[in-house]
């Protein structure tokens, strides 16, 4: 089972980035993946997760300025960030919400992609 993050940038306060989650050796078609993020010293935040059938679900905190997808035919999940703000600086992860509720922290499977939101 792998999870790799990619996309994370300096940008500037309302400008948008796209991270990428690739996934390979489960059922990713299947599975529900979620992001969350954190910053130094504090847990994690999760920011959204996106079901196999396409539900999707977000954090109060990045309602209306993100956006979650998933390409099950390249085995991706897409995290789209608009408007960005100082505060959403953080290290972003993706992970399989399954594994999530059963324990795994978000960071089993790698060092995510760093955001930084900063003028």
């Known amino acids: 089972v792998n999870l790799v993050t990619t996309g994370g940038d300096l940008v500037q306060p309302g400008g948008s980035l796209r991270l990428s989650c690739a996934g390979s050796g489960f059922d990713f078609g299947s599975s529900a993946i979620a992001w969350a993020r954190r910053t130094p010293g504090k847990e994690f935040e999760w920011v959204s997760t996106?079901?196999?059938?396409?539900?999707?679900y977000y954090a109060d905190a990045v309602k209306g300025r993100f956006s979650i997808s998933r390409d099950n035919a390249k085995n991706m999940v897409y995290l789209q960030m608009n408007n960005l703000k100082p505060e959403d600086t953080a290290d972003y992860f993706c992970a399989i919400e399954a594994l999530v509720k059963l324990g795994y922290d978000y960071d089993f499977w790698g060092q995510g992609t760093q955001v930084n939101v900063s003028a």
């Open positions: 996106i079901y196999s059938g396409g539900g999707e």
